[in-house]
């Protein structure tokens, strides 16, 4: 790493140049004296300018402080600095010093790496931009420190990716001393007659310094270059040609031109070519060649680099150069990384490493923006996380020729990589376009706020299972899977699920549907010929009064015969109470639940006849048996060895039982939470949990997506997208629809902010990578009821002011239901909240925050912390609700990423 120049001497100064680089860095690290206006060396000489009222002797005094003890020659003739001679005798290599004393002038700052002249503020940024790219378009840069390390390919594949979503792409090969897309065009014989080289000397040869002549020219010419929606300007002509280019792009910075004229002018280029994207492919490496591109704002810059040490070191220290002098702002267009020739299992905490420091580069990029009072953690996390292309062995010897290169791209699914990167550079498509109708014709003000007030009401009724009605709902690859794997006989089996998972909602829904065969119907599974009545056992105690009327007409239809009366839930619960004040072997408490299950059909049976009651009722009828609310039937679980051995047997010896009935004609479906299944079982859980997996009521990203879009379709407030087109829209379509929601970005289209589906799923997701259901509808209530009276944002319906705020009352929510769900967990969250506020940092290590390794170790079990070396994270969805703040850099995805990992393991 670079010395600090605030305490360093350079080490040697053999020329001028390394006295003009020395004092250009102090400039550079605002280490100049406010009455130093400029320095310049040369090589006969070093001129200094300051102000009027400074001495010469302090001039001269500042100068030896930052070149060293003796550096500086008084003799009788003018001052000079000391330049290194051959060590051990003395230097009479001087470079005179001038000093004049002047008033500071204007100054033209430029975009190159090295400017002209060293003056004060060359410790500032670069002059802004005033305004945006001409005619909407957008540019994409691709840099790379080192050669070789993919960066074209990744460049043609994005080019490839945008030009698949329907925009039109100028692809443009930069990298005016080792041409690589220029190869591949050459090698595919497509005729050449424009190029990049051309349109600089077209730019350069201007006599008014407008662009116009090499737009038309570069317009009439590039379309005869193109493949499908990409058109291509290559490098040069002729590749026969290897000298160095006779312009540069720097030679474009001339007074009578805008200093960012280059973009400027290749924006025009690209709207006359009716191209809305231009994606360059620069020159690797610190030249000037890239510098006027790389150094405009509104560019977005792709940094591609390896694992390796050198591309890594040189890629970081680069871009925070970058974000020293040309800062994203506000509307400008955030960096981003792409990591590639990895090794996936191998080089696993290289990635991670070198994603934490370049992600820590992005993030001095980007200009600090006023929030007013919100949190950013999240949007400053999803903005700067790193794109992973690992290593392929087929990239290695690329073909000769364009055609073969895309499609040697598309094989290894290297567009699909870059989705992110190409949604956010493509034209929004006409789908996208007409996804609300209602809402790209800016819905009234009234219209709006209604549509919000229907999602919050919705929203919040279906937060909890026991205010659901028979309303629809979305069915997940879980239910899919239950009712697929039970086409033909009865399901016994359990159905795993964290509180608010969605466990009391679905059985709920299963009861509305009657038979088995019904709730095939609803959840969309053909081919389901088990024609058996549904019947509830225990449900929970919770429900409103009309769903329980409603179970109790599903369970008089499921009875054994027309005038039998099912057990009413009060009497099943006394049975269970009952035996629980006696010591029962597990035989006994398997018919003790065997009983509930007849009674509930309206058999009169008991413990000591129920088995023999219940293969009667098999040879003639079969039944499906649901159970929940199993916690609220066993509260003492915890502590109490009757009531874990009680559910043990239900678990096991009960399923068991009903398995050996010759020809299955009973089913029994047990609704349960995981932490009681671990309390019961406590040898093998794991391999007990493993068994019913498939059934787990937990939700992977894009069922999380699909949920959001159905609770605002259900709640009439997307009036637009039917309910099959959300059950049947493929997992890319789904950020596309949920746009009119909560917008393309937490903040406009074209801004540097997150995009909103990423943020939201980053925001909700705990440490063990879950998103639980009930989180997701209770942020939909509170971010559409903070919606409601906004007026700004027209365009969708959860602002995301409203959005980020959210988070907090559903970070609250989730710390009392895992709390209710866990005590033991729950004890630990009420310490982390009693801290007092300055230890409420992360990371933390055990010590700050009082607990033991054992008791953290628990909290990593349930998702609430992540252990990365000494330090512990907590997830935004745990963070919010126990007032933790962030210190440095958030690592919110990154920590997400290293869970996936450690899981996959």
Known sequence: MMPDVTDSVPEHIYTWVDVDAHLEKLALYKRWPEWLHECDAFWDGLEVTVAPAVSAEEVLRWLGERFGVGSIVRDEGPPALRLDDIPGRPSQRLLPITINHREPEAHRREPRWRERRIVRSLGEPLPPPESHLPHGVRIAAFHSYKGGVGRTLHAIALADAVARKGGRVLLIDADLEAPGITWMLAGHGKRVDFSYEDFLALLHASADGRPDEAVSLGAAYLPNQAFDNVIVMPTRRSLADIAPPKIEPTDLLTADRPIYYLTESLAELAAALHASTVLIDLRAGGSELSAPILLDPRVQRVFVTTVSEQSLHGTERLIRELGRRAPSRKGDPASAIIITQFREQADRSLVIEAAARLRDAIATTLQPEPNEGEDMTVDNDVVVEPTLSAFQDHLLALPANWDAVIALARRQQLPQLLETLAEDLASPPAAAESADESFQQKSSEDELAQRRERLETFA?????????????????????????????????????????????????????????????????????????????????????????????????????????????????????????????????????????????????????????????????????????????????????????????????????????????????????????????????????????????????????????????????????????????????????????????????????????????????SDFNGQIQARDIVTFLAESAAGSVSDTRYTDRLLIPSAMRNALVTCSKEKIRAISEESPQVGELLKRLDALEADKKRIPFSPNSVGLSSEELEILASNGVVFREEDQYWIPEIFRHGLAFKVVGRPKILAIANQVRQRNFD
Request: charged share 30%; hydrophobic share 40%; with cysteine.
């Open 460 to 764: 919040r009724r279906l937060a909890y299972a026991e205010t659901a009605d028979s309303t629809g709902f979305l069915p997940t690859e879980s239910l899919r899977n239950l009712l697929t794997s039970h086409r033909t006989e009865p399901p016994l089996c359990v159905v795993v699920g964290a509180k608010g998972s969605g466990k009391t909602f679905t059985q709920v829904q299963m009861c509305f549907r009657e038979t088995w065969q019904g709730y095939a119907e609803a959840v969309g599974v053909d081919n389901v010929t088990l024609d058996a009545r549904l019947a509830p056992v225990f449900v929970s105690r919770h429900l409103q009064d009309r769903t329980s009327e409603r179970i109790r007409e599903v369970q008089k239809l499921a009875c054994a015969s027309p005038g039998a009366e099912p057990a009413s839930q009060l009497e099943l619960r006394d049975l269970i109470d009952t035996s629980l004040r006696s010591p029962l072997s597990d035989l006994e408490w398997r018919r003790v639940w065997l009983t509930c299950m007849a009674r509930a059909v309206g058999i009169e049976a008991s413990p000591e006849d129920v088995e023999e009651r219940l293969v009667d009722f098999s040879r003639t009828s079969t039944r499906i048996f649901l159970i929940d609310g199993l916690e609220d039937l066993l509260q003492e679980f915890v502590r109490n060895d009757a009531q874990r051995q009680a559910l043990r047997v239900l678990l096991v010896d009960c399923l068991e039982w009903l398995r050996s009935l010759r020809g299955r004609p009973l089913g029994l479906i047990i609704f349960i939470r995981r932490d009681l299944v671990q309390a019961a079982i406590k040898q093998n859980s794991a391999q007990f949990l493993a068994r019913y997996r498939d059934y787990e009521l937990k939700w992977n990203p894009a069922e999380a997506l699909r949920l959001t879009l159905w609770v605002t379709q259900q709640a009439k407030a997307l009036s637009q997208v039917a309910s099959k087109a959300i059950r049947q829209a493929r997992d890319e379509d789904l950020s596309r629809l949920l746009i009119p929601v909560w917008g393309e970005k937490m903040g406009s289209p074209r801004s540097r902010e997150a995009r909103s589906d990423r943020w939201f799923l980053a925001a909700l």
